[in-house]
T-cell receptor, first 114, second 113 residues
Framework: DTGVSQNPRHKITKRGQNVTFRCDPI?????LYWYRQTLGQGPEFLTY????????KSRLLSDRFSAERPKGSFSTLEIQRTEQGDSAMYLC????????????FGEGSRLTVL | AQKVTQAQTEISVVEKEDVTLDCVYE???????LFWYKQPPSGELVFLIR??????QNEISGRYSWNFQKSTSSFNFTITASQVVDSAVYFC??????????FGKGTRLHILP
């Protein structure tokens, strides 16, 4: 399978715990995006990378959220001290930089905070 | 600020009917891109189309067509002769040159057999 891969697919955690999600993009894609989606809403932009550089982080994102893409390949999204309001589907997408906006999405990682 | 509005939360039509999904956008940029994505029940978002702000030509792809009108800041999507497999949530999205893509809240489309 050469699509965007996300792990784990589902994570259940207790409030206050830290969680980390991993995204493996399509191999030749230099851009990688993280979005969050809650029920009945559209994807909400969190951050994106070009190669290993984080180009923008949403102002809506608290300091508990951090993302990395250390070698310009896979990326991790960590949420520290989780809160119930963090429960959502976390979506990763990748693209070729020259194809603006043509994103290839993974199946998402669903987070449930109890 | 950029914004995408999809006023239709949910639409139901009978199979073979035509249906139009509305999208209105706001941006101060003169260069921007508009998109439509489909999210079927399986959940994975799928890219459908991209238009840039300098190209107002309408586009047709099979049963799908898109009407871009800068004068009304709209980028509407029409499915002709709808099929049950078209049932999904459809998102309109907007990006300026820096590639941060903003999505609307989506329109859930039900095609009834």
């Amino acid at each position: 399978d050469t699509g965007v891969s996300q792990n784990p697919r589902h994570k259940i955690t207790k409030r206050g715990q830290n969680v980390t999600f991993r995204c493996d993009p399509i191999s030749e894609h230099n851009r990688l995006y993280w979005y969050r989606q809650t029920l009945g809403q559209g994807p909400e932009f969190l951050t994106y990378f070009q190669n290993e550089a984080q180009l923008e982080k949403s102002r809506l994102l608290s300091d508990r959220f951090s993302a990395e893409r250390p070698k310009g390949s896979f990326s991790t999204l960590e949420i520290q001290r989780t809160e119930q309001g963090d429960s959502a589907m976390y979506l990763c997408a990748s693209s070729l930089g020259r194809r603006t906006g043509e994103l290839f999405f993974g199946e998402g990682s669903r987070l449930t905070v109890l | 600020a950029q914004k995408v509005t999809q006023a239709q939360t949910e639409i139901s039509v009978v199979e073979k009917e035509d249906v139009t999904l509305d999208c209105v956008y706001e941006t101060r940029d003169t260069t921007y891109y508009l998109f439509w994505y489909k999210q079927p029940p399986s959940g994975e978002l799928v890219f459908l189309i991209r238009r840039n702000s300098f190209d107002e030509q309408n586009e047709i792809s099979g049963r799908y067509s898109w009407n871009f009108q800068k004068s009304t800041s709209s980028f509407n999507f029409t499915i002709t002769a709808s099929q049950v497999v078209d049932s999904a949530v459809y998102f309109c999205a907007l990006s300026n040159r820096d590639d941060k893509i903003i999505f609307g809240k989506g329109t859930r489309l039900h095609i009834l057999p």
